[in-house]
């Protein structure tokens, strides 16, 4: 099983971090903190690293202001000084999005049976303590009855 993770190449490029960092102040939590987003996709099929990467440049990723790295789910993290907060549908919840990029795939010539999930991944700089992260994720990142989540 691999993992692309797609990650915003400037930080005035992700959009996303800056409405969360909003809504988290509304909520009333502390945000003197530094937030980024990326977006996951977990392939459970084999592939080469060839057929990864194409995937990843004709499907998921806009070459502007995106880039991309593929990892395995077993390797070491490249950050440091940052929880990752892992969010995903949780087994048996429909993923339109992974759907969608399973007929790609197959779209783009690639004839494997794969079957993707779709999660998001939040980098929060460790000046919050890991408890504060953990009820923020809880409350405004996802929602219990169909996501899972890792804080790590």
């Not at 783009?108 to 000046?127: D, K, P």
Request: charged letters at 30%; proline letters at 2%.
């Amino acid at each position: 099983m691999n993992i692309i993770e797609v990650y915003y190449k400037k930080a005035e490029f992700d959009t996303n971090s800056k409405a969360i960092l909003k809504e988290i102040k509304a909520a009333g939590f502390q945000t003197s903190f530094n937030l980024k987003t990326e977006r996951l996709y977990k392939i459970n099929v084999e592939m080469s690293c060839d057929e990864l990467n194409l995937i990843a440049q004709e499907l998921l990723v806009d070459p502007v202001t995106q880039d991309y790295r593929v990892a395995s789910t077993d390797r070491e993290s490249p950050y440091q000084d940052v929880y990752l907060a892992d969010i995903w549908l949780k087994n048996g919840v429909t993923d339109p999005v992974g759907e969608t990029i399973e007929r790609g795939i197959r779209t783009i010539g690639i004839n494997h049976q794969a079957n993707v999930h779709t999660g998001s991944r939040y980098l929060i700089s460790q000046e919050v303590d890991k408890q504060e992260v953990d009820e923020l994720i809880r409350k405004l990142l996802m929602n219990s009855v169909i996501h899972e989540y890792s804080l790590r």
